[in-house]
């Protein structure tokens, strides 16, 4: 690993569902994880030729989310690597990162487990400078159980076809929020 890198660990999960809808939620509805995530309370795509022309082929490029983790409140991110006959994806928070941080970016996999259930894994690496190796310590609980937090509202989702009670709840405040 390199100075500065800090990989954060990998989380999985399995879902009763086939590997192609959970990679058609993960990968090709990427602008729309704010339907479904509570760590995202809203997304939408970031449209832009550029994006386009470098993201690997991915039908979305990039997304603008809302964040409920302290510190980053919105972030762009922006898919880096695709590959859709693997289901694999990478993407890089381009836009909203805590100064600290140099990079931030998160490795999707969807597998097939057999007799239609999917393995998803995600595989977040953020480069800190010096400074940002102290800062990130008391976070890194913070960020695990949020990525752990958006495995489990995937499962529901991609389970359910509705959103996690979690995020339900949380779509429920925001609609009291804009009366």
Not at 124 to 147: C, D, F, Q, Y
Request: proline share 7%; net charge neutral; aromatic share 6%.
């Amino acid at each position: 690993m390199m100075a500065g890198m800090r990989n954060l660990p990998k989380a999985s999960i399995t879902i009763d569902a086939p590997p192609e809808k959970v990679w058609a939620i993960v990968a090709h509805r990427f602008d729309e994880i704010g339907e479904w995530s509570s760590v995202i309370p809203n997304s939408a795509a970031i449209d832009s030729p550029s994006i386009a022309q470098n993201n690997g082929g991915a039908p979305i490029g990039a997304r603008a989310c809302e964040s409920t983790l302290p510190g980053i409140s919105n972030i762009e991110e922006t898919i880096i690597a695709y590959d859709e006959k693997v289901r694999r994806l990478t993407y890089r928070a381009t836009a909203g990162v805590p100064a600290f941080m140099k990079s931030a970016a998160n490795t999707w996999t969807v597998a097939d487990s057999g007799q239609g259930k999917s393995k998803v894994t995600i595989e977040p690496v953020v480069e800190v400078g010096a400074l940002g190796r102290w800062l990130l310590l008391p976070i890194r609980p913070m960020l695990i159980r949020s990525g752990k937090q958006i495995l489990e509202d995937l499962k529901h989702y991609a389970e359910t076809d509705r959103p996690s009670p979690r995020k339900q709840r949380q779509l429920g405040d925001l609609e009291k929020g804009s009366e």
